[in-house]
Nanobody
Framework: QVQLVESGGGLVQAGGSLRLSCAAS????????MGWYRQAPGKQLELVAT???????YYADSVQGRFTGSRDNAKNTVYLQMTSLKPEDTAVYYC????????????WGQGTQVTVSS
């Protein structure tokens, strides 16, 4: 089992910055790709960024050039540095991990609220 806990969300003015963190615990050796998703009220879950093992990071067009993710394997933590925030970035942000081994499954964090005011 892999547990993910996000932190760092909050209220910020447009143009500001936030840094989200996601700490993984449990059977972390099985984690393959990790990423960030977000969901605004009444809208579809949206992929924000993904970091596949051995590959380059992918960012959604809507956040390209503004968001940067990174992973610290020693700390079992993934980050999302968000800059130049816009009101349309307001959503609940979820950390995600794809776990492989005898089987494969997905693990999700509880979500952290990001609210950007105009």
């Amino acid at each position: 089992q892999v547990q993910l806990v996000e932190s760092g969300g909050g209220l910020v003015q447009a143009g500001g910055s936030l840094r989200l963190s996601c700490a993984a615990s449990g059977s972390i050796s099985g984690i393959d790709a990790m990423g960030w998703y977000r969901q605004a009220p009444g809208k579809q879950l949206e992929l924000v960024a993904t970091f596949p093992s051995g590959g380059s990071a992918y960012y959604a067009d809507s956040v390209q050039g503004r968001f940067t993710g990174s992973r610290d394997n020693a700390k079992n933590t993934v980050y999302l540095q968000m800059t130049s925030l816009k009101p349309e970035d307001t959503a609940v942000y979820y950390c995600h991990a794809h776990i492989v081994g005898w089987g494969s499954y997905d693990s999700w964090g509880q979500g952290t609220q990001v609210t950007v005011s105009s």
